[in-house]
Protein backbone atom coordinates (compact mmCIF):
# COMPACT_ATOMS: atom_id res chain seq x y z
CA UNK A 1 0.00 0.00 0.00
CA UNK A 2 1.52 3.60 -1.07
CA UNK A 3 0.21 6.84 0.31
CA UNK A 4 -1.07 9.38 -1.88
CA UNK A 5 0.91 12.34 -1.67
CA UNK A 6 -0.83 15.58 -1.16
CA UNK A 7 -0.37 19.41 -1.12
CA UNK A 8 2.64 21.70 -3.09
CA UNK A 9 5.52 19.57 -4.02
CA UNK A 10 7.83 22.31 -2.68
CA UNK A 11 7.42 24.66 0.51
CA UNK A 12 6.13 28.19 -0.02
CA UNK A 13 8.10 31.19 0.09
CA UNK A 14 6.92 32.30 3.81
CA UNK A 15 5.96 35.61 5.12
CA UNK A 16 8.23 37.96 3.57
CA UNK A 17 7.23 36.05 0.32
CA UNK A 18 3.55 36.57 0.95
CA UNK A 19 3.66 40.16 1.84
CA UNK A 20 5.71 40.62 -1.19
CA UNK A 21 3.24 39.12 -3.29
CA UNK A 22 -0.02 41.39 -1.41
CA UNK A 23 2.30 44.55 -1.89
CA UNK A 24 1.98 43.82 -5.90
CA UNK A 25 -1.71 44.08 -5.79
CA UNK A 26 -1.93 47.40 -3.90
CA UNK A 27 -3.66 49.77 -5.82
CA UNK A 28 -4.60 53.04 -4.19
CA UNK A 29 -6.26 55.01 -7.58
CA UNK A 30 -9.56 54.94 -5.46
CA UNK A 31 -8.07 56.81 -1.89
CA UNK A 32 -7.63 60.37 -1.14
CA UNK A 33 -5.76 60.29 1.90
CA UNK A 34 -4.57 57.61 4.69
CA UNK A 35 -4.44 58.56 8.07
CA UNK A 36 -2.77 55.76 10.30
CA UNK A 37 -3.31 56.60 14.08
CA UNK A 38 -1.06 54.69 16.78
CA UNK A 39 0.46 54.88 19.90
CA UNK A 40 3.84 53.72 19.94
CA UNK A 41 4.12 52.37 23.74
CA UNK A 42 1.65 49.83 22.38
CA UNK A 43 2.79 46.06 21.33
CA UNK A 44 -0.09 45.94 18.51
CA UNK A 45 1.31 49.18 16.83
CA UNK A 46 4.26 47.53 16.02
CA UNK A 47 2.33 45.95 12.57
CA UNK A 48 0.56 49.25 11.75
CA UNK A 49 3.96 50.40 11.58
CA UNK A 50 5.33 48.25 9.28
CA UNK A 51 1.85 48.03 7.52
CA UNK A 52 2.58 52.29 7.20
CA UNK A 53 6.14 51.44 6.21
CA UNK A 54 5.32 49.31 2.98
CA UNK A 55 2.88 51.85 1.88
CA UNK A 56 4.95 54.61 1.55
CA UNK A 57 7.43 52.53 -0.75
CA UNK A 58 7.74 54.52 -4.32
CA UNK A 59 6.20 51.54 -6.16
CA UNK A 60 3.17 51.78 -4.37
CA UNK A 61 2.88 55.56 -3.89
CA UNK A 62 3.08 55.62 -7.68
CA UNK A 63 0.10 53.92 -8.11
CA UNK A 64 -1.25 57.27 -7.07
CA UNK A 65 1.03 60.12 -6.57
CA UNK A 66 -1.62 62.48 -5.23
CA UNK A 67 -2.62 59.94 -2.39
CA UNK A 68 -1.51 61.66 0.92
CA UNK A 69 -0.24 59.63 3.94
CA UNK A 70 -0.33 60.85 7.18
CA UNK A 71 0.51 59.36 10.27
CA UNK A 72 -0.71 60.20 13.57
CA UNK A 73 1.43 59.18 16.50
CA UNK A 74 -1.17 59.50 19.94
CA UNK A 75 0.20 58.67 23.41
CA UNK A 76 -3.17 57.41 24.99
CA UNK A 77 -3.65 53.86 24.87
CA UNK A 78 -5.93 54.39 21.29
CA UNK A 79 -6.01 51.02 20.14
CA UNK A 80 -4.10 51.59 15.98
CA UNK A 81 -5.90 52.05 13.16
CA UNK A 82 -6.18 52.83 9.83
CA UNK A 83 -8.60 55.22 7.56
CA UNK A 84 -8.78 55.19 4.10
CA UNK A 85 -10.88 58.36 2.86
CA UNK A 86 -12.13 57.67 -1.35
CA UNK A 87 -12.08 59.75 -3.76
CA UNK A 88 -15.62 61.62 -4.75
CA UNK A 89 -16.24 59.21 -7.86
CA UNK A 90 -15.52 55.91 -5.79
CA UNK A 91 -17.59 57.58 -3.18
CA UNK A 92 -20.23 58.01 -5.19
CA UNK A 93 -19.85 54.71 -6.70
CA UNK A 94 -19.49 52.55 -3.59
CA UNK A 95 -21.83 54.92 -0.97
CA UNK A 96 -18.98 55.01 1.12
CA UNK A 97 -16.99 58.40 2.53
CA UNK A 98 -13.88 55.93 4.45
CA UNK A 99 -13.13 52.94 5.10
CA UNK A 100 -11.72 52.39 8.19
CA UNK A 101 -9.30 49.41 9.86
CA UNK A 102 -8.94 48.62 13.49
CA UNK A 103 -5.70 47.12 13.19
CA UNK A 104 -5.40 46.05 16.78
CA UNK A 105 -4.73 41.94 16.52
CA UNK A 106 -3.95 42.14 13.12
CA UNK A 107 -0.48 41.35 11.18
CA UNK A 108 1.09 42.94 8.62
CA UNK A 109 0.02 40.48 6.24
CA UNK A 110 -3.63 40.15 7.44
CA UNK A 111 -3.52 44.16 7.31
CA UNK A 112 -2.47 43.93 2.98
CA UNK A 113 -4.84 41.71 2.56
CA UNK A 114 -7.66 43.47 4.12
CA UNK A 115 -6.67 46.71 2.14
CA UNK A 116 -6.41 44.39 -1.00
CA UNK A 117 -9.94 43.01 -0.45
CA UNK A 118 -11.80 46.14 0.30
CA UNK A 119 -9.42 49.41 -1.11
CA UNK A 120 -7.58 48.14 -4.30
CA UNK A 121 -10.81 46.73 -5.41
CA UNK A 122 -12.39 49.89 -5.38
CA UNK A 123 -10.09 51.54 -7.83
CA UNK A 124 -11.32 52.43 -11.17
CA UNK A 125 -10.36 50.36 -13.73
CA UNK A 126 -8.13 51.95 -16.62
CA UNK A 127 -9.31 51.91 -20.38
CA UNK A 128 -6.91 51.79 -22.73
CA UNK A 129 -6.84 55.20 -25.08
CA UNK A 130 -4.35 54.06 -27.56
CA UNK A 131 -3.14 50.97 -29.43
CA UNK A 132 0.87 51.04 -30.06
CA UNK A 133 1.20 49.97 -33.78
CA UNK A 134 4.82 48.18 -34.79
CA UNK A 135 6.43 49.01 -37.96
CA UNK A 136 5.51 45.74 -39.66
CA UNK A 137 1.51 46.90 -39.05
CA UNK A 138 1.71 50.22 -40.24
CA UNK A 139 3.67 49.03 -43.28
CA UNK A 140 0.62 46.19 -43.69
CA UNK A 141 -2.12 48.55 -43.02
CA UNK A 142 -0.45 51.15 -45.59
CA UNK A 143 -1.35 51.82 -49.23
CA UNK A 144 1.23 49.29 -50.43
CA UNK A 145 3.55 51.74 -51.29
CA UNK A 146 6.86 51.28 -49.11
CA UNK A 147 8.14 48.39 -51.65
CA UNK A 148 11.29 49.20 -53.86
CA UNK A 149 11.46 50.77 -56.98
CA UNK A 150 12.95 49.98 -60.00
Known sequence: ????????????????SAIGKQLKLVN???????TATFDPFDESAVPTREFVHHLSAPKISQTN???LLKTEVVCDRRTPSIVFQLIPSV????KLKKIELS?????TLE????????VSALAPKEIATSVVKTKSEKKAGGAGGGGKRR
Open 1 to 16: MSIKVGGAFRRSGGIV
Open 103 to 107: SANLS
Open 28 to 34: LKGVQRI
Open 111 to 118: LLKLCNKH
Open 91 to 94: QAEA
Open 65 to 67: PTC
